[in-house]
């Protein structure tokens, strides 16, 4: 099985890369951050990760498997999410400190803060009256932290 240790862009590939037949592979959030393991791709091939520590796949990267000639391109899989629109700086900088001093992960975008639909989250976006809607999208956190413990 071919292990996986470095995470390309297309600008990165060889000329002789280039040429590779190509694959994806299609991952939510919690996989793509997940360093070590099998993966399988979406045509079925069967390959292994051991990316450096703190590595977060994201949609467009590229995996090389030399041995297969396979190019494999993440992609990443729309999740159930809330997506909470903050009309003020205030509201920007509350409504994060809410949601990370509950540990959630968060992705921030142009217009909005993004958070996995996940248990508990709605009532908290309750409780602090932060307006949110729900929808289908890719979901990237801002930063993974590793070993974070108290």
Known sequence: MTIIERVYHENELSP???????????????????VHG???????????????????LRG??????????????IVERPERVFVVEPATPHD?????????????PLMITAGALVCPDVPGVEQLLQQHRMPYTR????????ATVAGHQH
Not at 40 to 54: H, Q, Y
Not at 92 to 104: C, D, S
Not at 135 to 142: G, I
Request: aromatic share 10%.
């Open 16 to 34: 002789i890369a280039r040429a590779y037949a190509r694959d994806a592979v299609t991952l939510g959030w919690e996989d793509r951050t997940h």
């Open 38 to 56: 099998r993966r399988r791709t979406d045509g079925g091939v069967e390959f292994g990760t051991s990316l450096p520590r703190g590595t977060v």
């Open 60 to 73: 467009g990267d590229l995996l090389v498997l030399d041995g297969e000639r396979l190019i494999v391109a």
């Open 92 to 104: 920007w900088g509350l409504f994060a400190y809410h949601i990370g001093n509950r540990h959630q």
């Open 135 to 142: 929808a289908m999208m890719a979901f990237t956190p801002a």
